[in-house]
């Protein structure tokens, strides 16, 4: 790329899609790329107030904003099908519209290249009918993508029918070298969204496969047997490629960092670290058993506990929980997650394993303690207790519930577990090796850098 030309970046506008797509915008931008990352309005102002001014002042990267038609929604009511069809049926006129006010009236070098989600692929589309270069970026991990590639031999072979559903109990098997998978925890599995999930799933099938290149956050050897049923994937992870990039930017909510001072006084491998993204939540049932299992398991921990962590109602811990674990639990609203895995004093991570934090778990070394909620994160949790061998998955009882019990037995087994230990240091050594000098993603990346300048 001549420095007459800009790169579009633009993520699903959501917490999970929008942080890694700006480290992405970032890296690019320090190789020489002239980027413009576009926000959804909702998405800019949550990233703007929790942003320092530093990291205002420092920004390499120039942001502008579109509307996907949500903004009158409250912040809780925003992921559900409102936002989808906003996505299919709002979002790429806007981006459209947006594209050409830049060309036209800017006094900056033209867009010429779209690097989007492959979860908004109508932006895609809109790249592709103005002729601009397109680039699409998969949220998840490889082998995700590759199960919706391979949704029309599923039916053929009628493992599932035309809506998805799985027409016997078996297992998965989509090559020899890749865990099996359980049909009920297929991606879009989902007791009321399922039809949704599946014609998405289809959607975006087909957006990866006309596109040349889909960037993916991970590395040729995490899951090389992935990797090879997606001819035009090339891994980039993990990311940040670039040590100088601040892990927290491009985050919705203000981190608290009074839990690293906290992590500071505990002492080395101690304290459990428990966190469930931005979107998971919880019965008040279910959140009392965890708390209960945290106080069981007699260890030090690091909780997340969002505001929106326990569904329908205010939050409410177990009567005394609070005072009876206050001299060995921190809670907070919102962690620096990746400077927290990165601690020295952080044993375990119990992670509902979207696949950030499975990206970052495993830069750090962490091993997991797996509590699935939705869409890719059963698949991530069968990559990590079955295939890379880095954790344990908490089983539910006959009522749905994972007892406090449970939790106290697995976080015993996990952490007197050195099998998985050595086995998650291994990982976090490979995973520098590929994003140093030399290593498979720093490649990759580099190739990317040159394919953008050409
Ligand atoms: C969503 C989906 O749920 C997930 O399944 C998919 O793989 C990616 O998109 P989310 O649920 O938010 O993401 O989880 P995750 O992918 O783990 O991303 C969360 C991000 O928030 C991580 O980068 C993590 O570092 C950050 N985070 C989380 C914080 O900065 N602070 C916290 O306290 C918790």
Known sequence: MDLHQRVLVVPFPAQGHVMPLIKLAYNLAYNGINVTFANSEFAEAKILAAMSDADKKQCPIRLVTYSDGMESQPDDQRYGQGLMDSITKVMPGNIEKLIKQINCSDNREPITC??????????????????????????????????SLHIPQLIKIGVIDGNGSPTKNEVIRLSDEVPVLNSSELLWINPTTQKAFFNFSLTIKQAAEKVSVVLCNTFDELDSSSCAMIPNILPIGPLPLVKKLNPSIGTFSSQDSTCLKWLDKQPSNSVIYIAFGSTAVFSQKQFNELALGLELSGHSFLWVVRSNIVNGSSL??????????????????????????????????????????????????????????????????????????????????????????????????????????????????????SVNEGGSSYENFKSLIKYLKA
């Open 316 to 433: 409410e811990y177990p009567d005394g929980f609070l005072e009876r674990t206050a001299n060995r639990g921190k809670i907070v609203e919102w962690a620096p997650q990746e400077k927290v895995l990165a601690h020295t004093s952080i044993s375990c991570f119990t992670s509902h394993c979207g696949w950030n934090s499975t990206m970052e778990g495993l830069s750090y070394g962490v091993p997991f303690l797996c509590w699935p909620y939705f869409w890719d994160q059963f698949h991530n949790k069968s990559y990590i207790c079955d295939m890379w061998k880095v954790g344990l998955s908490l089983k539910a009882d006959e009522d749905g519930i994972i007892s406090r019990h449970e939790i106290k037995t697995k976080i015993d087994g996990l952490l007197n577990d050195d099998g998985i230990r050595t086995s998650a240091l291994k990982l976090m050594e490979d995973a520098k090796k």
């Open 114 to 147: 779209v690097i989007a989600d492959l979860t908004v692929y109508g932006t895609l589309e809109v790249a592709s009918r103005m002729g601009l270069k397109q680039v699409a970026v998969w949220p998840a991990g490889p082998a995700s993508l590759a199960l």
